[in-house]
């Protein structure tokens, strides 16, 4: 089973409900940015079908200009996606951090005020955030992407198809093992993000079986509350569907996946961050990264190796505050 504190996530999350809102705000926002843009473009798609001579013409406008829609804000969020990651999802783990220390926090608006500066005063740059977490996600899948790294901790057949879909869950896993790893950056109060991020990666090496088990019990517990929450927006995303020109039944499938998205990044992720931290630092307390490990990593992956070329040419401007304190 899982080694972690439901209750003692569930009241993190709670602690943090400024931040949960905002994450609504920000993942609503963006679904129903899909939403607009989706109809918006299905209505002058099936306007401009309207001129040609096919009778079918309006509906596949309508479909290719809500396609198009689509495309639009997917390429808007892929662009604004390391902002969201240092504005947003990097404060709320900075006090979820703080909750699991035993410190104080702020509690409204002073708390996004307070995770917000804490982020900027550590990682001055959201491009350097955003650099080290994408060579994590690339260091965690060489981690995790072979058969022997599966088998080891779960007893499973030899057959292709099981292989395949317990890879599934692992990738969808690692969606919470490199927060945790900006977590431990966070918590150590870092002076040098790529170096901590190194050491972060050989210490979930050094422990990868437990910590990775915990994160694919989370993992199964959050889609399956999501696939839920699919299935209960599917008869309202049908009726927004239902306003577009053209015959649309896809799109209620896709409506209610992006929503049921965003509820679960907003409300339900944030639990997964604050369980797995429980076991990700109770784990490592009083450990020091294996040089063996280290030797491992580097052979096995060049993005590994860049983390540690980058951290030898590290010079921050100037040296991070300490942490502020919170407002009383």
């Known amino acids: 089973m899982w080694d972690f504190s439901v209750g003692k996530a569930l009241s993190a999350v709670i602690r943090t409900a400024p931040f949960v809102l ?7 926002g963006i679904a129903f940015a899909y939403l607009f843009a989706a109809g918006f473009g299905a209505i002058l798609g099936f306007g401009f079908g309207h001129f040609g001579s096919n009778p079918d013409a309006p509906a596949g406008g309508a479909f290719w200009g809500a396609l198009i829609g689509f495309g639009l804000v997917s390429s808007a969020l892929y662009l604004g996606r390391q902002y969201l990651l240092y504005l947003v999802k990097a404060a709320h783990i900075a006090v979820l951090v703080e909750i699991y220390d035993g410190q104080p926090i702020p509690a409204g608006q002073a708390q996004l005020a307070h995770g917000t500066q804490f982020v900027r005063t550590h990682f001055a740059e959201a491009s350097v955030l955003f650099g080290v977490d994408l060579i994590v996600k690339a260091v965690l899948r060489i981690i995790t992407g072979t058969l022997n790294a599966i088998t080891a901790f779960l007893p499973i057949p030899a057959l292709r198809s099981i292989v395949r879909f317990v890879n599934a869950v692992l990738r969808v896993s690692l969606t919470y093992v490199d927060e ?17 991020a190194e ?13 990775l088990k915990n994160a694919v019990w989370l ?22 569907a239902a306003l577009f020109p053209g015959h649309f039944g896809i799109w209620a499938f896709a409506l209610a ?23 990700f630092f109770k784990t490592i307390e009083g450990q020091t990264p294996d040089p063996l490990w280290s ?8 993005r590994f190796r860049e983390l540690g070329s980058r951290a ?11 942490a502020p304190k919170p407002a009383t």
Request: proline share 6%; no cysteine; glycine share 2%.
């Open 22 to 28: 905002l994450r609504l705000a920000v993942y609503v």
């Open 295 to 302: 030797q491992r990593l580097s052979a096995a992956s060049g």
């Open 312 to 322: 030898a040419g590290w010079s921050p401007a100037a040296p991070p505050a300490s």
């Open 180 to 196: 945790i790893i900006l977590a431990y950056l966070i918590r150590t109060r870092t002076t040098n993000p790529w170096a901590s």
């Open 219 to 240: 993992a199964l517990f959050m889609w399956g509350i999501t696939l839920a929450i699919f299935l209960v927006l599917l008869a309202p995303a049908a009726a927004m």
């Open 257 to 279: 996946f992006i929503f049921a998205w965003a509820i679960k990044a907003a409300t339900i992720e944030p639990f997964a961050i604050a369980a797995l931290m429980q076991v």
């Open 199 to 211: 050491d972060a990666l050989i210490l979930y090496a050094q422990n990868y079986k437990h910590i």
